[in-house]
């Protein structure tokens, strides 16, 4: 056979091989992975068609798990309890990688070129920063502290609070990844248990459980400022057993105000923006976990720690009042909503499966079982600050 003979028979196979391919191929856009915290696994489903498409397992201990995205999508990174630090695939279902980094992790952050990956750890404490590719240590950094509330901040910082000493680190990794720059911020409060970054990656705010109030820390200033606000908050009333902190990283930014659960007490926090000044309160059904807006801002969605938390509540941002009461089933423990907020999901984790709703009409649209299904996390994270 002669070399152009050849050379047309190997189009020939591309051109039939090529359409078959392609229908093999999938983007990551709708995607998402709901952990399964009591089996250590991720159910990988698919938005657009509302359904499990597999299930990613041995991750080990997954309670209170977080995951962040790579840029491309592909990849997550899985947070979990027992210090594990996964790497997934959504594409292949698989575990990439896996290394147990410490004794007990609270969450992490990926930096912003998607390069490094940061661990904040109970146990032994601090923050450990990994390669994405390979899950390498390339920075250890103790802290003589558990750490919480981590989170990237542009320019490869990332940024920590404190339980222990009551402070803000922020670790600029942009010159040296292995040894990086480090501003410390002493006297924020005493006991901070989580924090959350604005949309802009300017204000970290940080919340207080040893004391009433919380901290702004505006992180466009050289070195960054920090503000007391809220000293008040919960002064006159007697203190409340706490039956779940509340999850900060469910921060609300609508309407020129942070929409903030009160730890403790049955009520959201109305707070301006721009002047850190409290202008409301809702009174809710129960203690609130997450406040979440839905993406245009105009409601705002709370879930309840228990004995409430087979409740839901919907809190018009206008009016600040309480517009319906959902009841979806025991145990709610996350809500997610679709990126530009046509549905919300939500995990029903005593009764084993996921509850998709119209995000307006709140009309229940489908359901995907789950095996006590907690954190719900959508691909479109991975180009979203914070988180």
Request: aromatic letters at 6%; glycine letters at 10%; hydrophobic letters at 45%.
């Amino acid at each position: 056979m002669t070399l152009r003979a050849l050379a047309a028979a190997a189009l020939a196979v591309l051109m039939l091989t090529g359409p078959a391919m392609a229908d093999d191929l999938r983007g990551t856009g709708d995607l998402g992975l709901i952990v399964e915290r009591e089996a250590g696994s991720l159910l990988v489903v698919d938005r657009s068609e509302r359904a499990a498409i597999g299930r990613i397992e041995g991750l080990g201990d997954l309670s209170h798990a977080s995951l962040v995205y790579s840029p491309d999508e592909r990849f997550a990174f899985v947070f979990g309890r027992d210090g594990g630090l996964s790497k997934v695939d959504l594409l292949t279902q698989s575990v990439v990688n896996r290394v147990i980094q410490g004794g007990n992790s609270i969450g992490g952050a990926i930096s912003d070129d998607g390069r490094l990956v940061a661990v904040s750890n109970y146990e032994p404490g601090g923050v450990k920063v990994f390669d994405a590719d390979t899950l390498a240590l390339v920075a250890d950094i103790p802290m003589g502290s558990k750490t919480v509330g981590i989170a990237d901040v542009p320019g490869s910082r990332f940024v920590v609070a404190t339980w222990d000493t009551g402070e803000v680190w922020l670790l600029d990794h942009s010159a040296d990844p292995a040894n990086p720059e480090i501003t410390r911020l002493e006297g924020i409060g005493a006991n901070p248990y989580d924090a959350l970054l604005t949309g802009d990656g300017r204000t970290y705010i940080v919340g207080l459980f040893g004391e009433k109030g919380l901290t702004a820390v505006d992180l466009w200033q050289d070195p960054p400022q920090a503000t007391r606000f809220l000293p008040d908050y919960g002064r006159d009333q007697p203190d409340m057993p706490v039956y779940k902190m509340p999850h900060l990283q469910g921060w609300t930014l609508a309407d020129g105000v942070y929409a903030l659960p009160a730890v403790g007490l049955h009520q959201l926090l109305w707070v301006d923006a721009a002047t850190l000044a409290e202008t409301g309160r809702t009174e809710l059904a129960g203690q609130p976990v997450f406040a979440l807006a839905r993406p245009d801002k105009r409601e705002v969605w709370v879930n309840f720690a228990p004995p409430d938390n087979d409740k839901v509540q919907i809190i018009d941002v206008m009016t600040r009042k309480v517009t319906r009461t959902l009841t979806p089933g025991k145990g709610v423990l996350h809500m997610e909503f679709a990126p530009r907020g046509r549905e919300v999901w939500l995990s029903v984790r005593d009764e084993n499966r996921v509850e998709i709703r119209d995000a307006r009409s709140h009309e229940v649209l489908a359901e995907i079982e789950a095996r006590a299904p907690s954190g719900i996390f959508f691909t479109d994270r991975a180009h979203r600050m914070g988180l």
